[in-house]
């Protein structure tokens, strides 16, 4: 697939929700409320984003942490922010973060096909390049947005102020 088709899905055009607009409105107070049978709250899921995404970012730029030893350390431990601020925040750090993978997307081919030297044994039995990497954090970031936004119509927040698919 072309960079131009990564970027698209990135950014949610196509079959994808906008990540930002998914985001950007959901009323703080309920940023940590958690529907039955589900285990994490819209606070939580963002942070878990932006932890892989930052991550992996890191891992492209040759500077990646440790891996986690649990899923457990990817998740924020609290199920809401600490206020309006901190949420705010939180939405800028994913906004700069999907920037920044935007940016890779359009890298030239030698940069996406560079090597991305794995931090855990899986990473070895999976392609390897920086296009690679994109696609992953790509695809994780769609199957978490598309949860918020299940998460969003649960708790009757749906759909966003700028619009989206209500059906």
Known sequence: MSNVCMAELFRGEGAHVNPIVCLEDVPVELTGRKVEGYPHSIWQILGHVNYWMEYDLRRIEKN??????HAIESWPVSDAPAGYAQWK?????FTTLLDRMLS??????????RH?????????????SV????????????????????LRRCLGAWPPRRGSDTW
């Open 104 to 113: 890779l997307a359009a890298a030239s081919e030698e940069t996406l096909q």
């Open 89 to 93: 925040d939180e939405l800028q750090r």
């Open 131 to 150: 296009e690679a990497v994109l696609w992953q954090i790509l695809v994780h970031n769609s199957y978490h947005i598309g949860q918020v936004a299940l």
């Open 116 to 128: 991305v030297k794995g931090t855990h044994p899986s990473h070895e039995s999976r392609s390897s």
């Open 64 to 69: 990646a942490p440790p891996y986690p030893q």
